[in-house]
């Protein structure tokens, strides 16, 4: 059997599996499986309350979902889908409680990566209607995007029918973008790849910037934190691990941890960075935030949240 076939069957008979996305790495379940979801939070270690992200393949599966549809929602969907993107919408009677966090709305996403695709279109073949995937890390951990790096975190927490995809290295690296699609405007609740200026092109809408009011556990301060204190923007001393963009030179004897030359790269390489961090045992972590709009954003946003106490 195919490695996609099997993924979609034990998803199907309430396994969990992790799959690559281009994002991070996602810890799967049946969206419709109560019995399912509940090994998701128990493997993340995560509050049940907290809602999970359905993800489809086809977005005529949307409509199962989703209750109400407003056009500035169809035009992103339309532009950025399959993408790095979450939309948050008006739930169906399908949302249940255990996906929204009992929440009236529901997040759904389609992902851009060939392997999440596939098992996503299999599952759908076989009657599957949504996967719910969290990133497939411990609850306020650094999300994973290698399928090592999810065996590192997780493999003691899975059980001996649930499975690990390797779809290789997430090119993004940095979770989706959220958008809060119940408002009039759209509304980021969570920044990522598809940027501020994205959306209103897209849309031809001004965005809302985000008082956080719904709950998003990734809006949690303390998030995506590795064991290492995390700094910003000072000067990094022997000893210390080192992140900032490949034209800052290393000081002596600091351990350089990444060197990107884009922010693309400082994305795609800044929670490997921090994992090897945790793996060298350093007790600090200087990061140099890029400056700028667009995915400088999103990873100001993380690296905040890293570095808080
Ligand atoms: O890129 C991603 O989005 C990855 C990949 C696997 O798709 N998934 C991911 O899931 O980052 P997770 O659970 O780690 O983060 C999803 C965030 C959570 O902070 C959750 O609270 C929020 O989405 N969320 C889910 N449903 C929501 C809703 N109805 N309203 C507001 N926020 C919601
Ligand atoms: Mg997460």
């Given at each position: 059997m195919s490695e996609i076939l099997e993924a979609a069957r034990a998803l199907r008979e309430g396994h969990l599996v992790a799959i690559p996305t281009e994002t991070v790495y996602g810890l799967g379940a049946?969206?419709?499986n109560p019995t399912a979801v509940a090994k998701i939070y128990a493997a993340k270690g995560r509050p049940a309350d907290h809602p999970l992200i359905v993800h489809i393949?086809?977005?005529?599966?949307l409509d199962s979902w989703v209750s109400e549809l407003p056009s500035y929602a169809r035009l992103l969907a339309n532009n950025?889908?399959?993408?790095p993107m979450t939309l948050v919408m008006k739930r169906s009677g399908l949302a249940k409680d255990f996906i929204t966090g009992s929440q009236d709305t529901v997040a759904v996403r389609i992902p851009d990566h060939a392997t999440a695709l596939e098992i996503l279109s299999a599952f759908e073949t076989l009657g599957g209607l949504g996967v719910a995937a969290p990133s497939?890390?411990?609850?306020g951990k650094v999300s994973p995007t290698s399928a090592l790096a999810v065996a590192n975190e997780l493999s003691e927490f899975l059980g001996p029918d649930d499975l690990i995809v390797d779809g290789?290295?997430?090119?993004?690296?940095l979770e989706s973008t959220i958008i809060?699609?119940?408002?009039?405007n759209p509304r980021v609740l969570r920044p990522g790849a598809v940027t501020h200026e994205m959306i209103e092109e897209a849309t031809g809408l001004p965005v809302v910037e985000s008082g956080i009011?719904?709950?998003?556990?990734?809006?949690?301060?303390?998030?995506?934190?590795?064991?290492s204190e995390v700094v910003l923007d000072q000067t990094a001393s022997p000893g210390d691990g080192l992140i900032a963009m490949g034209n800052v030179p290393t000081p002596d004897g600091v351990i350089r941890l990444a060197s990107p030359e884009t922010v693309e790269h400082y994305a795609n390489q800044l929670y490997a960075a921090l994992q090897k961090a945790d793996e060298l045992e350093l007790s600090k972590v200087v990061a140099l935030t890029p400056s700028g709009e667009g995915l400088a954003v999103a990873i100001r946003d993380r690296l905040a949240r890293a570095s808080h106490k």
């Open positions: 049946d969206a419709t393949s086809n977005v005529k599966l950025f889908w399959p993408g497939a890390n411990r609850f290789g290295t997430c090119g993004v690296g809060d699609c119940t408002g009039l009011d719904i709950r998003v556990s990734g809006s949690l301060r303390s998030h995506y934190a590795p064991r």
